[in-house]
């Protein structure tokens, strides 16, 4: 569970400059605004802009999106208005929240590829500001996580949405790493059996996998030091979904 001085330290660790007082105003805040809120999980609802806030750090983003992850359901989700946002945070942090807030009340459809495309285009064309796209993939990212408190439909309905819109998203922004957590995410529910099959699988060969690319790392890496060649060199196994997307292709 993330908690504030968490997000604290990630933050730092790229804006040692960054605007602590007012990060901390925004969490007593939100605190504040969902006081008493459950999630289906059963945890307090603030764990949600908790780990939203700390997602949006992971994406080096400056303090006014940071504290926007915090606020983020303030309005959707409890008795703030926008106004009152922008009087303690200012302008800039109310249009991020007014921004995601708007977003999550996108009736989106994803029944045709053209629909989809179409919604896509919507969501990128009500954003002024770029950030309100970053932080609803975080709120999304989180959401993905805890979709097994939701009932079958809902999980389907919401694994169908982050894969045709969401997903794409991450990707067009350059975020793989939110892009493959969604795929994933969304490929449990969306194809239960075909997914326990390939993760089974992978879990299986993981020790193996792991030696044969530590082995190749060590290999460049010398061949790289005989040159005098500063190098980052690391590896990775490829995502569930994309393996089944390929072997889709294959078929």
Not at 87 to 100: I, P, R
Request: no cysteine; net charge neutral.
């Amino acid at each position: 569970m993330i908690r504030f001085n968490d997000i604290v330290d990630e933050i730092l660790k790229y804006n040692p400059q960054a605007d602590l007082p007012t990060l901390e105003r925004a969490y007593v805040f939100s605190a504040q605004a969902h006081k008493g809120q459950i999630r289906l999980s059963g945890e307090p609802y603030l764990v949600h802009p908790l780990e939203v806030a700390y997602t949006v750090t992971k994406m080096n983003l400056d303090i006014p999106s940071v504290v926007s992850g915090l606020l983020h359901d303030t309005i959707e989700d409890s008795y703030v208005s926008k106004k009152e946002i922008e009087e303690y945070f200012g302008k800039e942090v109310a249009e991020l929240v007014d921004g995601v807030t708007k977003i999550s009340r996108i009736p989106l459809k994803t029944s045709e590829d053209s629909r989809v495309e179409n919604f896509r285009k919507m969501i990128l064309a009500m954003s002024k500001d770029i950030r309100v796209i970053l932080i609803k993939l975080a709120d999304r990212y989180h959401n993905m996580q805890t979709l097994n408190f939701l009932n079958s439909e809902k999980q389907v309905n919401i694994a169908r949405e982050t894969l045709e819109i969401y997903a794409p998203l991450a990707h067009r922004l350059g975020i793989e790493w939110i892009r493959g957590e969604l795929e994933d995410e969304a490929f449990k529910y969306l194809n239960p059996l075909e997914y326990k099959l390939i993760n089974t699988k992978i879990a299986k060969k993981k020790k193996e996998r792991d030696a044969y690319i530590n082995e190749v790392i060590e290999l460049l890496k010398s061949k790289f030091e005989q040159y005098k060649l500063d190098t980052e060199i690391f590896g990775r196994a490829k995502r569930l979904y994309s393996i089944y997307r390929k072997m889709m292709l294959e078929k």
